[in-house]
T-cell receptor
């Protein structure tokens, strides 16, 4: 069961790029890395998922080094509306009951 | 619109009463989940179901019960045996492909 470690909180300013790193030293061969975003009193929302190297979509990029023991979520040019908690999860097909949502990283974006 | 619905958004109950939280999805997903979230904390898994008529306990199943009679529905009952039921409850579903979970809006349960 892959456990993840993320910073508890991060601060940024509008327009900056934010990078949130997640450590997952015991990631398994068939595990994917998935990031979610959660606003207060709402359900988490899927942001991005990857297996290796780099994945980019319309909202974020995910960088995964060759050893896959960590990953970095990159949010370009954040705005106040990006203030939220970000969760990093690792798990593969069949691990549905074993995905662990830790406390996540609380990102605060200031004007 | 495809998605997951939870009802009601806010729920108040007296101590000692059982209460059932609704979760419905029209995404044709096989797997469904219930999580509990306390203030400032992450999500903790209560129960999950991979197929109809089958479900598994998560990390904090005590005091809760579920059923999965239909693919679209996965109701959660918070029983009087749950010692501290006041929390934010989240339902999710996934297709099994890479286990990406899609969440409902949540139900905030307050036991008075």
């Amino acid at each position: 069961l892959a456990k993840t470690t993320q910073p508890i909180s991060m601060d940024s300013y509008e327009g900056q790029e934010v990078n949130i790193t997640c450590s997952h030293n015991n990631i398994a061969t068939n595990d994917y890395i998935t990031w979610y975003q959660q606003f207060p009193s709402q359900g988490p929302r899927f942001i991005i998922q990857g297996y290796k190297t780099k994945v980019t979509n319309e909202v974020a990029s995910l960088f995964i080094p060759a050893d896959r023991k960590s990953s970095t979520l990159s949010l370009p040019r954040v705005s106040l509306s990006d203030t939220a908690v970000y969760y990093c999860l690792v798990g593969g097909v069949g691990s549905q009951g074993n995905l662990i949502f830790g406390k996540g990283t609380k990102l605060s974006v200031k004007p | 619109d495809g998605g997951i619905t939870q009802s009601p958004k806010y729920l108040f109950r007296k101590e000692g009463q059982n209460v059932t939280l609704s979760c419905e999805q029209n995404l044709n997903h096989d797997a469904m989940y219930w999580y509990r979230q306390d203030p400032g904390q992450g999500l903790r898994l209560i129960y999950y179901s991979q197929i109809v008529n089958d479900f598994q306990k998560g990390d904090i199943a005590e005091g809760y019960s579920v059923s999965r009679e239909k693919k679209e529905s996965f109701p959660l009952t918070v029983t009087s045996a749950q010692k501290n039921p006041t929390a934010f409850y989240l339902c999710a579903s996934s297709s099994g492909d890479k286990d990406t979970q899609y969440f409902g809006p949540g139900t905030r349960l307050t036991v008075l």
